[in-house]
């Protein structure tokens, strides 16, 4: 087992499989490193794949101290993970927490993100529920606190949006919530409470996200519905950004449509490569709606 230490000595569990220009991949609050296998599977074949479980998801460390969580740790544990692996560059692709972390990551360290895929990214971001996503993350830290993983897993596994992964895929949801119940009780409650409630809204991060030049593509599904809107910011902000709407679909975009989301994330990597992923045409001026002189 390989792992990396961070520079505050946490240890964080990363593997590695196949050869070539790198992706890390970073997993959701209700994932881990397995999170990644549809695609790992697939991009291993040309890419080296790096998956790791974050700080407070065995068998990485799991701080005792909610302190030792946050957002920028997170960004911050990417790199650890890079080095550890002696990867100078590499692509980095996440879902939810995981893209709020890649994101961040690309905010801090721009010289060793290629690119970054922003999956199912903006819980919390939403001004008018900002205040309602902090209850209730901090309901859900209770629930695996005191109700423990085993018992709280099928239920957030039922969340609004993970409901559509379980209509189209009852056998795939059904080893997401498994693999959820075996999560250290302590180690997602203190993520929800140092990482989750605690990060900036994407709005606050405008000027930030307006100067950058890493290349986006951020994916959403069209239930997933407090992610669409930061979505659509992202878009409309970030220089070199794609954004795409995956329908019928929720928040686990990865899992519940496989196939689709490596073929878009392929096609995405492949332009990066090329050198074809630039900033919008400024002639495609949003003001116009059909040129007339």
Known sequence: MAFATTSDGVRLFYQSAGKGIPIVFVHEFGGNHWSWEPQVSYFSRRHECITFSARGYPPSDIPGDAEKYSQSRAADDIIGVMDAAGIETAHVVGLSMGAFAS?????????????????????????????????????????????????????????????????????????????????????????????????????????????????????????????????????????????????????????EEPALFNHLVAEFLAQVDAGRWGPRDPRSDPTQIMRAD
């Open 103 to 255: 994101l961040h990551a690309a905010l801090r360290y721009p010289g060793r993100i290629r690119s970054a895929v922003v999956a199912g990214a903006g819980y919390g971001s939403e001004r008018e529920y900002q205040e309602f996503f902090r209850r209730n993350s901090e309901q859900v830290a209770k629930g695996f606190e005191e109700r423990g993983a085993r018992v709280f897993a099928p239920v957030y596994g039922e969340s609004a949006s993970r409901v559509q992964f379980q209509e189209k895929d009852p056998r795939g949801w059904q080893l997401f919530v498994e693999r959820m119940a075996q999560h250290s009780d302590k180690g997602a409650a203190n993520t929800m409470r140092g990482v989750q409630m605690r990060r900036p809204s994407l709005y606050d991060l405008e000027d930030e996200l307006r100067a950058l030049q890493v290349p986006l593509l951020v994916v959403v599904g069209d239930e997933d519905d407090h992610s669409i809107q930061p979505g659509i910011f992202l878009k409309r902000t970030v220089p070199r950004c794609g954004l795409t709407m995956f329908p019928k679909s929720g928040h686990t975009l990865n899992l």
